[in-house]
Structures are given as structure tokens and as C-alpha cells.
């Protein structure tokens, strides 16, 4: 194999991992688990919208208190489930974008888009952009 292929192949590789790593975080999320995912102590976090659950955080306790205190509490039995998910970069910076939907008692909550960055395996970004209208009807009920 040439140095070229080598190289295209370790990428595929990193690039398979992060996937697998990322599915695990939303089934974590799903579960409540937030505590096990690898949040940078001075990660920023963004929940856009005009809605009650819009965010604009600093730091990794702030980001799990509002898992705990505001999101899940608000929808208690939220599931994650993953459409799909891209990754670009390598591990000194990580980008990786997942279109994703909700579930609660098995029926759709909300769809959204996350984005974040990744920096030697901690997550030192995130960008959620949810359906506003459907979160907001869902947070109404």
C-alpha cells in the first residue's frame, strides 16, 4: 500500500470511530448517562431557538445541570435517535455533524442538527439547532 493509501485508510478508520463514539453518546444521553460523556471543562454549548429550553452555556457542570434540571426533566423519556452523522479533521480537531430526531413513548418529538468540535477525544463544542416549532409544542403539553 502506498504512503497516500495508508493514510486514507487510517483517516477512514478515525473517521468510523468518532461515528461509533458519537451513536454512543446520544444512546448515553437517551439514558441519562451525561456524566460518562467527555465534556471539556470549558466547553460552549448552544441550544438555539425561541423556545424555554434555549441555552447558551459555558463549562461542563453547567451543560449536565441543564441536561438533568431543564431538558429531561422538562421531557422525561426523551430518546435520541441518530439519522446521521459526518466527521471531518482529526483528533487535535474533530468536527462532527449529526442530523438526529426525538422520541417519546414512541412517537416524534422533535428533529434537530448538532454540530460540535472535538479536541483529542473532549467535546469542546456543541450547537444544537431543534425544530422550535415542535419543541415548543411538545414543552406546551
Do not use: C
Request: proline share 3%.
Amino acid at each position: 500500500m502506498t504512503a497516500l493509501g495508508t493514510e486514507y485508510a487510517r483517516t477512514m478508520i478515525y473517521r468510523w470511530l468518532v461515528r461509533r463514539q458519537a451513536a454512543a453518546g446520544w444512546q448515553r444521553l437517551s439514558e441519562q448517562r451525561f456524566d460518562e460523556t467527555p465534556l471539556a471543562d470549558d466547553i460552549h454549548f448552544v441550544f438555539l431557538g425561541d423556545h424555554e429550553l434555549a441555552a447558551d452555556l459555558r463549562g461542563a457542570e453547567a451543560v449536565r445541570n441543564w441536561l438533568r434540571d431543564q431538558l429531561l426533566s422538562r421531557l422525561p423519556n426523551l430518546r435520541f435517535v441518530v439519522d446521521e452523522t459526518l466527521v471531518e479533521g482529526g483528533p487535535w480537531s474533530t468536527r462532527v455533524a449529526t442530523r438526529y430526531h426525538t422520541e417519546q413513548d414512541g412517537r416524534l418529538v422533535y428533529r434537530g442538527v448538532y454540530f460540535g468540535r472535538v479536541v483529542w477525544g473532549k467535546i469542546v463544542e456543541e450547537v444544537i439547532l431543534p425544530d422550535t416549532k415542535a419543541l415548543s409544542a411538545a414543552l406546551a403539553r
